[in-house]
């Protein structure tokens, strides 16, 4: 079967659950479309990598379905692996061989030809800055190298969909963002769908068009990033107060400052504005409440995953 | 660190053709797959020339000084004996040490990029298999020609030959089944290499290698038997010094030589069919998740 809707990647209700009950996705439904940069955002063990690892047929799903490019991932395993391509986590690259002989290995086993494959190396090669790179062993590469080896590695065979699984953990923060002006700058490559999975939150912002919200396994929010932060107002005020939250919070609300959108975690109350900071800050002073810190400053994904799982995303 | 500045907004290759759907030939991929085994376990002349080294102190040394020892019994010549029992070493030893790269691939290799490939898993152990038996064949081939150099005596008639290569292909298809297996059993390379000695010596020295297992005592002789090694080294003998096939009637006890052999070629063979299966079978469990 090939392709069939719109959507590139289909998961429908896909769980996974252990031997011994831990779940570690439940019923999780999202859609990629040609073309999109789809994030899955959650802390370690949020089920990021157990959702890739049923899609790239390496973890089996105890229910639900996934199709990849019309493929279905447990039916047709071979034909959903042959339209695309992974970036794993940690490396996983021969280390005794040589980049281009690394690029070559991935070429043949995704059946590109030989002559076809030569020429996708050299334009990858450039691409990706590795020209001198490719005829040196990979076990004298930095880990930005390697990286960018990967990355160039899962391209070569202009796979329909691309999975980059923690693309940038380990790396320094000036490689981090070299990578993902990379990234970046795949999106648009042949229509290729890309499903990102990462816990940092600027990575998500910056390069996903939708972001699911992982949480214990289930997605608790699914929409493009600015819609997300859109939810929380253009500007919060931050409040530690030091004696109830809870009535501190109460109080904002019947001061109408606080709307649904407001949340506490343990003292600190994070209050969206639908109002101007300064007004609100000045009403707030008036009200009475014990803070020990107020700040204002512009809503992050964090904030969102905070509201809506009460645990922080960011380390 | 290269700065890297290309632009990558348009599809360098968008137009040209699309990937199978179903990837490469199982041919194609098997060839592949046992081209990245050779280029990393033998891509240096050092990676190639060690091995050989066994071998060579075998023929060349230990075998005869041994000879020089032992006196040969009836019309067999022990120098000989000693280099064709020297093969069930070199083959489990290839073997064994060939399962190490099967857990680097995992530890710190290419092993999930390759599950990620359009290709029936299963070629994975096919390839490295292949590799094993081409380097098991390898050291046998330098081991024999040392030994003839050094005056050893083999008959060399058609059907001996075969009865000797199918014995070394099978017997290498049993034992590196065996290493793959527990390469992808066993957490770490530490306690792998520590298992060595118990997998590829010490059936060794039961099997027959250096003497008969008649000489053995009865109830060590009667798991000598049951050995894969045994059965292998008997064919060995048999295809090239022993014609009586003593080692062959010392498992069987029949009168017929060739049923003999091809009952000890038939329980080798079994033995490397279950495991060569099982190998693949453990392989792909251990793959998903």
Not at chain 1, 47 to 56: A, H, V
Not at chain 1, 74 to 91: G, K, L, M
Not at chain 1, 261 to 290: C, Q, W, Y
Not at chain 2, 164 to 171: D, L, S
Request: glycine share 10%.
């Amino acid at each position: 079967m090939g392709h069939t809707g719109d959507w590139t990647v289909e998961v429908e209700e896909l769980s996974k659950t252990y031997p011994g009950g831990v779940e570690a996705v439940r019923q999780v439904s999202f859609c990629v479309a040609p073309g999109e940069v789809f994030g899955l955002l959650g802390p370690n063990g949020a089920g990021k990598s157990t959702t890739i690892g049923m899609l790239t047929t390496t973890i089996r799903p105890t229910a639900g379905s996934a199709r990849l490019a019309g493929f279905d991932v447990a039916r047709n395993p071979r034909q959903a692996r042959a339209v695309s391509s992974v970036v794993f986590q940690d490396a996983v690259v021969d280390r005794a061989l040589t980049g281009r002989q690394n690029l070559q290995l991935h070429a043949r086993l995704w059946g590109v030809g030989s002559e076809t494959a030569e020429r996708r190396i050299g334009e990858l090669a450039e691409i990706f800055g590795l020209g001198s790179l490719l005829r040196r062993e990979v076990e004298h590469y930095s880990g930005g190298e390697r990286r960018r080896l990967e990355i160039a590695r899962a391209l070569i065979s202009d796979p329909k969909v691309l999975f980059l699984d923690e693309p940038t953990v380990g790396l320094d923060t000036r490689i981090r963002y070299e990578l993902l002006d990379l990234i970046a700058g795949i999106r648009s490559r042949s229509g290729m769908a890309t499903v990102l999975t990462t816990h940092y939150l600027d990575e998500a912002e910056r390069l996903c068009d939708r972001i699911a919200i992982l949480h214990q396994g289930r997605v608790v929010a699914l929409d493009p990033p600015k819609k997300l932060l859109h939810e929380l107002g253009h500007e919060l005020v931050e409040l530690r107060v030091a004696g109830d939250p809870g009535e501190a919070l109460t109080k904002l609300r019947h001061a109408g400052i606080a709307v649904d959108g407001a949340f506490s975690v343990g003292s600190t109350l994070t209050v969206p504005m639908d109002r101007s900071a300064a007004d609100a800050l000045e009403t707030i002073r008036n009200l009475g409440i014990d803070t020990e810190s107020l700040t204002t400053r512009r809503p992050t994904l964090d904030d969102v995953y905070l509201q809506l799982t009460g645990s922080r995303l960011a380390a | 660190m290269t700065t890297v500045t290309a632009g990558l907004e348009a599809a360098p290759y968008a137009d040209v053709d699309q990937t199978h759907p179903t990837g490469p030939s199982v041919r194609g991929a098997w060839l592949t797959l046992v081209k990245r085994r050779l280029a990393l376990s033998a891509h240096t002349p050092r990676e190639i020339l060690a091995p050989m080294a066994t071998p060579l102190l075998f023929a060349l040394v230990l075998a005869p000084a041994l000879a020089k020892m032992i006196p040969s019994g009836g019309d067999l010549d022990y120098r000989t004996f000693v280099i064709i029992g020297t093969v069930g070493l070199l083959i489990p030893l290839a073997c064994t040490f060939a399962g190490i790269g099967v857990i680097v691939d995992r530890k710190s290799g290419a092993r999930r990029e390759l599950l990620a490939a359009p290709i029936p898993r299963g070629l994975v152990v096919a390839g490295n298999l292949a590799v094993a038996a081409g380097l098991s064949v390898l050291q046998v081939a330098v081991l024999m020609l040392a030994g003839w150099a050094r005056g050893s005596h083999f008959h060399t008639g058609g059907t001996g030959i075969v009865w000797f290569a199918g014995a070394v292909i099978t017997f290498t298809v049993f034992m590196y089944s065996l290493a793959e297996i527990l390469a992808n059993r066993i957490p770490s390379q530490e306690e792998y290499v520590g298992l060595t000695p118990v997998v590829a010596i010490l059936p060794w020295f039961l099997a027959g290698s250096l003497f008969r297992i008649a000489d053995l005592p009865v109830g060590l002789a009667g798991f000598a038997r049951a050995l894969p090694l045994t059965h292998a080294l008997a064919l060995l003998r048999y295809g090239l010094l022993d014609r009586r096939a003593l080692g062959l009637h010392d498992i069987w006890g029949m009168t017929n030589t060739t049923t003999e052999a091809a009952l000890s070629m038939l329980v080798l063979g079994v033995w490397a069919a279950v495991f060569a299966l099982l190998s693949v079978r453990i392989f792909n469990r251990s793959a998903m998740a």
